[in-house]
């Protein structure tokens, strides 16, 4: 079944809103504004357009499974399964020429009552091992989730942040020996 919701998932998320022990899926891309705003972020780096200029030609797709549960220590919790896979423009760190390059990130995480994060058991781990899996730990305030950072930072660790257009090809600027001499 199709969610009513379909792309209309807000980046800042009232948990107290979903039900309990039900999945969630919703399919984003740069329709919704948040997401977009991260896509301009991935476009910074090409210099040849301005980021909001490359959006025509940039996609990003989010995929987001939502199931809230309780459990009597932790209290209400929320699990976040998905992937995002993002097309951008950046620059060659060799040669400084636009190109195209993407990413891909896969993400299973929770997000717990803020003083969960801050207990002795999971203040150092950043994990939590839950309903069978070992998740990283998020924590909200308030029943306010924000999708937005952990989406982002989860693209973050996946980001190549050295980009290459041909790791083999010869640098713009260098110049043959033989024609030096002419």
């Keep these: 079944m199709k969610n009513p919701l379909e792309n209309h998932l807000e980046s800042n998320l009232n948990i107290s809103k979903l039900p309990i022990n039900a999945t969630v899926t919703h399919s984003l891309d740069k329709s919704a504004p948040w997401v977009k705003a ?5 476009n910074e780096n090409a210099s040849e357009k301005t980021p909001e200029e490359w959006i025509l030609e940039t996609d990003i797709n989010i995929r987001i499974e939502l199931t809230k549960k309780f459990k009597g220590e932790i209290g209400e919790y929320l699990l976040v399964k998905g992937t995002v896979d993002a097309n951008y423009a950046t620059e060659c760190v060799r040669t400084l020429k636009t190109m195209k390059d993407s990413v891909h990130a896969e993400f299973n995480t929770c997000f717990a009552p803020e003083a969960v994060l801050q207990s002795e058991e999971y203040a150092e781990t950043g994990e939590i091992w ?53």
């Design 130 to 182: 839950i309903d069978g899996e070992t998740r990283d730990l998020y924590g909200y305030k308030k029943n306010h989730v924000e999708l937005n950072e952990m989406i982002h930072e989860q693209i973050y660790m996946n980001y190549n942040t050295y980009p290459k257009l041909d790791a083999d090809s010869p640098l713009d600027g260098t110049i043959d020996a033989d024609k030096m001499r002419q």
């Design 38 to 42: 991260i896509l301009v972020e991935l």
